[in-house]
């Protein structure tokens, strides 16, 4: 038997690429090699369904049910956002979408929801209990909250009022570069996000994540807040496989 049959496939939805692999659960880590196809333009449901089918197919061996990542709220299926996406999606069944496209059991999930569950099983948070919430610093701010390693979904706490903004048109990472923002005025914005999620929420543990959570080491510990916050381990690889555990 091939190593990646009957394993789940993770696939994640970006502005950019549509990523997927087969995922190992009990390793937490791809079970073969992942495969990229470019975002099409416009990303519309139905051509993104085609570049999903063209996925799956350059992923003979894995032949278990297939998790995918959104970005925007998804509820039961169901997209109810497109901040960053085509319009639309909103109110696109994807789960029914996908799984006629693919003729497979497909199970949609918000992008950063996914990121929240691998971090919480396999990385990060890993054993940790009580509240941890997720955090993505990218174009926006994606939010994941678990409790005692249970997702509460589309929490979108990049959405929070913020020095009288949206947060995450001030805190995000396309913020910091956009205004040039050294990493000491960056993480003073991001203190008062973080404390703004302190005492709204009172969470055991925040974790961060996104692509420049490789430099946390340059801003995580100028960010003045009590509750511990450490950086997201598994990187570009969550998505992929929350989407694979959120199927399983």
């Known amino acids: 038997m091939d190593l990646n049959e009957h394993h789940p496939v993770g696939v994640d939805f970006g502005g950019s690429g549509i990523k997927g692999a087969a995922v190992d659960l009990q390793a937490g880590d791809f079970a073969g090699e992942r495969v990229r196809i470019a975002t099409p333009s416009p990303s519309t449901p139905e051509r993104v369904a085609q570049v999903l089918v063209d996925l799956l197919a ?6 278990g049910p297939v998790g995918v990542t959104v970005p925007g709220v998804v509820r039961h299926g169901v997209v109810g956002s497109a901040a960053n996406i085509d319009a639309s999606w909103i109110g696109t069944d994807a789960d029914a979408l996908f799984s006629e496209a693919t003729g497979r059991t497909v199970r949609t999930v918000n992008d950063a929801d996914a990121a929240g569950l691998a971090e919480v099983r396999f990385g990060a948070a890993r054993g940790e209990s009580g509240l941890v919430i997720v955090t993505t610093l990218g174009t926006g701010i994606g939010s994941a909250f678990l409790y005692d390693g249970v997702l509460v979904p589309n929490s979108e706490l990049g959405h929070l009022e913020l020095d009288g903004a949206v947060a995450e048109s001030r805190a ?4 910091r570069e956009r205004e040039s923002l050294s990493w000491e005025q960056w993480a003073e914005r991001l203190t008062r996000y973080y404390r703004a999620l302190e005492q709204l929420f009172s969470p055991d543990l925040l974790v961060v994540g996104g692509g420049v959570s490789k430099h946390a080491a340059s801003f995580l510990p100028l960010i003045g807040i009590d509750t511990p916050i450490v950086p997201a381990t598994l990187r570009n690889r969550a998505g992929i496989i929350g989407a ?4 399983s």
């Not at 995000?172 to 913020?175: D, G, K, M």
């Not at 694979?244 to 199927?247: D, E, F, G, P, Q």
Request: charge should be negative.
């Open 58 to 63: 350059q992923l003979p061996d894995a032949d």
């Open 172 to 175: 995000a990472n396309s913020a």
């Open 244 to 247: 694979a555990l959120n199927v």
